[in-house]
């Protein structure tokens, strides 16, 4: 039996990354999309709770079985889990592909990921995938083939104790690909500005806009795997737990 | 000088849960309140890109600087940061009180605890705060004195090598709590229900419920601590890598 591969992103159901994800999943298996009908980037694992949530089918892909949720990413993965699938076995769910990095503290925002991270608290195995080109006319085939390579691993070997990869890819030429590395998730911070202005109506707006900084050089970190154009694969999980600060904060207890 | 607080939380500006925070910080510092204008329950980490933010300045607590802004609770940290404090210091970060749980995974979730880490990437003390009692009238005067001796730890002997507490308060009279733990966070896991209806143009829609399963007891996580009545405190941070499975995807590289 063909596996089932839940298909679903963050920029929402019309864009071009999703559209060579599904394209690559269905040489592996039976796909299911159920992604975002607008785009919801930054959306990290927001879930909708106050409003209900609308699911309609959609013919925008070729021989795949599609629909379109008014909610988060989070929320799509749910949906499938819970009403699509019901009792039947996902396989593998795939996010993406993403218009631009989650390496570092960017997993922290991404709704790529997070749709990922749901299904893997699902037990499912999981996996998000970005590229490192925030450009709408990004050209996602030439990674086609390294993305081909870690679904078809996921499938055939597993993914080892990890129930969650969060795979960036640089933007960078197929011949200029140097492999697929393990990493670690770097540290890194964003150096925000807001650009401020003035609304038609003649109130002041704020518009978050800044840029990356790298704040680790070290060899095992997914930073320098993309800083040197290896594709990063993170295993990552649900706990935020810092563990090594668990036995500074005895004065804290009573 | 006294210090300079920052509080926030997700429930919104006019929640009963900020109320109480603020009163309890008004005693240790000069308290600058930047929080939501509608309720962003569930909205985890996320940000906004795609549009501009409002952010205007409201009387709504006696004797304190206070701005409600149209983002998500993370927005309202970056917006303090870096419009309104600039290059002021900001000596402690506090979000909530939240009305509901923010133990085990549902810090994914959580815009509480969201807000307080990204506050902590800025490289703030921070403290999220949340009761479990989902109720709106919930009565969060019981835990008043525990909050106020975390606050006053924390500005005053530090949080050790962590930057980030998530804590969580159980639903008890204030003789029943029986002290606060240094956690890890335990795995829980939700069992999700769609609500299935018809709306008003006779369209269908679904509507998230469920409930929370906890899936350790071991007596070192927040859940286990929460269960026998002590608050929870487990520092936290921005790394989600499963360091253990690192060493057991060398299949995946190339």
């Not at 086609?144 to 390579?149: G, K, M, T």
């Not at 109506?201 to 704020?206: A, D, I, M, V």
Request: charged letters at 20%; a negative charge; proline letters at 3%.
């Amino acid at each position: 039996m063909r596996p089932k591969i839940l298909v679903t992103n963050d920029d929402g159901i019309t864009s071009r990354g999703i559209a060579k994800l599904v394209e690559i999943a269905k040489g592996f298996g039976d796909v299911v999309v159920v992604a975002p009908n607008s785009p919801q980037s930054g959306m990290g694992h927001a879930l909708t709770i106050e409003e209900p949530l609308s699911l309609y089918e959609t013919d925008i892909f070729t021989q795949v079985t599609a629909f379109e949720c008014s909610g988060t990413p989070v929320d799509c993965v749910k949906l499938a889990k819970n009403v699509l699938f019901k009792n039947d076995t996902i396989d593998l769910c795939l996010s993406g592909i993403n218009h631009g990095s989650n390496a570092s503290i960017n997993i922290l925002y991404s709704g790529t990921v997070s749709a990922a991270m749901e299904a893997s608290l699902e037990g499912i195995n999981s996996i998000g995938f970005s590229l490192c080109d925030y450009s709408h006319q990004a050209d996602f085939s030439q990674a086609q083939d390294h993305i081909a390579q870690i679904i078809d691993a996921a499938l055939n070997n597993g993914l080892g104790t990890a129930k969650l990869l969060n795979v960036n890819i640089p933007k960078a030429q197929k011949n200029e690909i140097n492999g697929i590395k393990i990493c670690r998730q770097a540290r890194g911070n964003w150096i925000e500005r807001f650009q401020e202005g003035t609304n038609p109506r003649g109130q002041k707006y704020y518009w978050l806009t800044g840029e990356f900084i790298s704040e680790e050089k070290d060899k095992d970190t997914d930073l320098w795997a993309l800083e040197h154009r290896y594709i990063s694969v993170v295993p990552s999980m649900w706990d935020l737990t810092d563990h090594e600060s668990l036995t500074t904060l005895s004065h804290l207890a009573s």
